[in-house]
């Protein structure tokens, strides 16, 4: 009787684990019609196996995909770790228990709302020129780079996104494009504010080549008239950030040993500098900006 009801356990067990694999799901409506063409961007795990309903054409690992569109509704089921899926005329994006993907871009569509908690492990979002009135991080706490320019996200709407960042260190928030003419995301300064003291970086996209971004109007606290050099390194990374006030643009910065040995240096032409380290040692420098000098610690 005992070995009856172990067995009987164990089946219970796999069809939980069973039917948990088949909800894991990316359900995508599009404007595109029957037939268009259609790009997708698709990572994942070694032999990882894919249901794609809509969708005709050849399926590469960790590439981008031109395929033909069979159905104006696709569906995706599987473990998938990178998605991207820019410019496909997307109206609307339905995840379920998505636990393993970790990039998701989505940028040029048409998106009006999405949601984002059947997605929980997101590292990276991107839904820039779309159609969002709203977002809501609250359920991705893993998030560290966010584009959400050229949406139509203001006001209590823009306050709410901010504080819905999760706790970051040197996370990158693409909040605004000043040189798209329908841009309509407006934050205030004291929404910025709320954003850096959660540990992001806020910027214009401006087109790629980006720049700091304080935010509209008269209030709020002035970031960056008034911040100090600010110098971070995760560890592992192959770069330091420096941040500076504006008025040090143009200054020249240097990297020294704690003996004196010039390593690397450059010219300061954006507020947010990376700052190469591929060619330093771990260890304790020494980080010369104008005539101000602070510590580096590479980790």
């Known amino acids: 009787m005992r070995k009856s009801t172990l067995f009987a ?11 948990s694999f088949a909800q894991s799901s990316i359900e995508l409506t599009t404007d595109l019609s029957v037939g268009s063409e259609f790009q997708m961007f698709l990572q994942v795990g070694e032999g990882e196996r894919l249901k794609i309903d809509g ?32 410019g496909n005329q997307i109206t609307s994006v339905k995840m379920k228990d998505m636990e393993d993907l970790t990039s998701l871009g989505l940028k040029n569509n048409k998106l009006t709302e ?15 020129k779309n159609k969002l009135e709203a977002l809501d ?12 320019y050229g949406n139509k996200i203001k006001e209590e709407k ?3 996104l901010v504080n819905s960042l999760p706790g970051g260190t040197s996370s990158e928030l693409f909040l605004v494009d000043k040189t798209l003419a329908n841009e309509e995301n407006v934050a205030t300064k004291a929404d910025v504010q709320v954003a850096r003291n959660k540990g992001w970086n806020v910027f214009n996209y ?10 509209e109007g008269g209030t709020g606290i002035e970031f960056i008239n008034q911040r100090a050099i600010e110098v971070n390194q995760n560890a592992g990374s192959d770069y330091a950030t420096l941040t500076v006030p504006h008025k040090m643009l143009g200054s020249t910065y240097a990297i020294y040993s704690l003996n004196g040995a010039k390593l690397a ?34 980790k």
């Open 265 to 298: 240096g450059g010219v300061i032409s954006s507020d947010f500098t990376r700052l190469p380290l591929n060619n330093v040692p771990v260890g304790a420098y020494l980080l010369k900006v104008g005539d101000k000098v602070e510590k580096l610690i590479k």
């Open 137 to 148: 991080l609250s359920n991705n706490t893993f998030l560290f780079q966010v584009y959400v």
């Open 114 to 128: 999405i949601d984002l908690s059947g997605a929980p492990a997101l590292k990276r979002i991107s839904v820039g």
């Open 9 to 19: 356990s164990l089946l219970a067990m796999f069809a939980v684990a069973a039917n």
């Open 158 to 160: 823009m306050t709410a």
């Open 206 to 215: 401006q087109g790629g080549s980006y720049t700091i971004y304080d935010g």
């Open 55 to 86: 969708l005709k054409g050849q399926f590469k690992n960790d590439e981008w995909n031109l395929v033909t569109l069979t159905k104006q509704t696709v569906k995706i089921e599987g473990k998938i770790k990178l998605l991207g899926i820019d």
